[in-house]
């Protein structure tokens, strides 16, 4: 399924002015991910193809870049995060998605409810400036530091898609940056990789129980939203954009060895990559692999219901660069990912 392309759609009438006039956001959508896409209807771009068995350039991602409807900042990124104990998160409930990161001794969640209207957090984590991003149209959430060298950046959302990705944007030079790539594809820092910090997709219930002294985002981010709804679906209910249909925006290449949005492990070494079937970690416990030479591990972590993926360096395991992603966009990104289902 090489090449295949699915239709473009426009996501400003769901997240534009959301949350200030509710109800009429309720009306369109009707119920969710339905209404939504009644209301989209413009035509399909046609981005670069992509040889088979290659990787898309930084050029051709770049050339692929399409609108998601919202301009500039349109999804306004969170750039001074408040968080509260987790005795204080009644807003949210046991079954809802949170993000957990564990840094440097520090414990946070990012519950999806939030990240869902921002889509990047701009914070700093043990003294150390941390942007934490979410796609939902990929399912992607990755950490992401300045490596060395580069001063420290600040992130917000250009209001286009590259394979139906989050395209970022630095504030410092105006680098275009795909959240699952890590790479900027255009700008002064074109072809400079970020440094990525995992997170982990659970649970409120059981990320508190695991970590009852985590820190929490607050609701209080200075936007008026409808936290609490998600104007793409349920993950709790398994509805909606998350489980129904195909991607909503044009992708360089498709492959029809797994279902579009199942759900992969994506495992990045050196420049080899492996997308790992979720259901597979949590069927085995333990997956082992090699990846561009290093030896890799997925375990499956059954306090938060998820799994995490180690490297071996020297004689120690330590976090790898993994992140979960739907298997639509990791292939449309990594076409010569070695596969595990």
């Known amino acids: 399924m090489n090449g295949q392309q699915r239709p473009k759609r426009n996501r400003r009438q769901v997240l534009k002015g959301a949350g200030v006039i509710g109800g009429l956001i309720g009306l369109l959508l009707g119920g969710g991910f339905v209404g939504w896409q009644a209301i989209s209807d413009r035509p399909a771009d046609s981005p670069p193809a992509v040889q088979p068995g290659q990787d ?180 709790p209910r398994q509805s909606g954009y998350y489980v129904e249909g195909g991607t909503l925006f044009p992708v360089l290449t498709m492959n029809d060895r797994l279902p579009d949005k199942d759900v992969v492990i994506g495992v990045r070494a050196g420049e080899q990559r492996l997308a790992i079937h979720k259901d597979l970690v949590r069927k085995a416990k333990t997956v082992q692999a090699t990846v561009g030479g290093t030896e890799v591990v997925a375990r499956w972590d059954d306090q938060l219901d998820t799994a995490r993926v180690f490297q071996r360096v020297g004689d120690q395991w330590k976090p790898a660069d993994f992140l979960d992603s739907m298997w639509f966009a990791w292939y449309a990104f990594y076409p010569n990912t070695q596969v595990r289902q």
Not at 59 to 78: K, N, R, W, Y
Not at 100 to 123: C, K, S, T
Not at 152 to 175: A, I
């Open 56 to 235: 898309p350039s930084l050029e051709t991602l770049a050339g692929a870049a399409v609108s998601g409807g919202p301009g500039q900042d349109g999804i306004p990124s969170v750039d001074r995060p408040k968080f509260v104990p987790a005795r204080d998160a009644d807003f949210l409930k046991d079954d809802e998605p949170v993000f957990g990161l564990e840094y440097r001794g520090e414990f946070r969640a990012y519950p999806q409810q939030v990240l869902v209207w921002h889509e990047i957090v701009n914070d700093t984590v043990a003294g150390e400036p941390l942007a934490v991003t979410y796609c939902p149209l990929t399912g992607t959430v990755i950490g992401f530091s300045s490596p060395p060298g580069i001063p420290e950046l600040t992130f917000g959302t250009t209001g286009k898609l590259v394979n139906s990705n989050l395209l970022m944007y630095d504030r410092q030079t105006g680098s275009e940056w795909p959240q699952l790539l890590g790479t900027a594809i255009s700008g002064p820092l074109k072809g400079q990789r970020l440094d990525t910090v995992p997170l982990v997709w659970s649970t409120w219930k059981d990320w508190r129980a695991a970590h009852p002294d985590t820190r929490v985002l607050s609701t209080d981010t200075g936007a008026l939203r409808n936290y609490g709804s998600d104007p793409y679906g349920s993950y």
